[in-house]
């Protein structure tokens, strides 16, 4: 399907397709009044829903996307609507893998194509914080991840607590994505860096100084 009139509006602004963004927030209702908008407009142009979210606040999001005048369980039953715990996406099997969770976004994304024509994927990426094997990979999976969504018209956005992540990290995390919401507003990323050249430094970083 093609998708050049796809209208896709995120914290006010229309992103282009193949977007791969950050949004950075202080509190949870500071990323639902970002996020829960572009939820709505996913509906009502019939997109696939995919979200990976702690399962401590799974409830709070289906009932908040249920506020939405939306029907949760007929939308979860039709597939429309996926909301995962990180059990079941990136902390499979106890441990971050970076390349088995590319390939499960490769997976989403051409399901959502061949069933719904269009992907919305929203992720929180606190699981990084979390005391499991792999974690510190966020930022090479974050980079590598431009690899993947390249290749599909649709929108991934990744959300970061701001308050719970080092400046280093923030940092890091701002230049792997393309786009980025800050201060609740989405812009083109004037600190983007192209994936080889980012996997190269991050290469460089691990070279024991002499």
Known sequence: MGHRNHSVTLAGSTLKPRSHACAFFHDQEEQYR??????????EQRDKIFQIVDRRHRDDRLNRIGALGIDVAAAEESGQLEVRPWENAHLREGRFDQYAMLALVEEVL????????????????EWSLEDFPGVDDI?????????????????VVC??????????????ILRTHPQVIVGGILQENPFYVAPDQFLGELRARDVPAH
């Open 34 to 43: 970002l996020l829960l908008p572009f939820v709505k407009e996913g509906f």
């Open 159 to 172: 959300t970061y607590d701001l308050g719970r992540f080092s400046a280093s990290v923030v940092i890091d």
């Open 110 to 125: 051409t399901k959502g194509r061949e069933r719904f024509g269009f992907t919305r994927f929203w992720a929180n990426m």
């Open 139 to 155: 930022v090479e999976y974050e980079c590598r991840l431009n690899d993947v969504t390249s290749r599909f018209d649709d929108v």
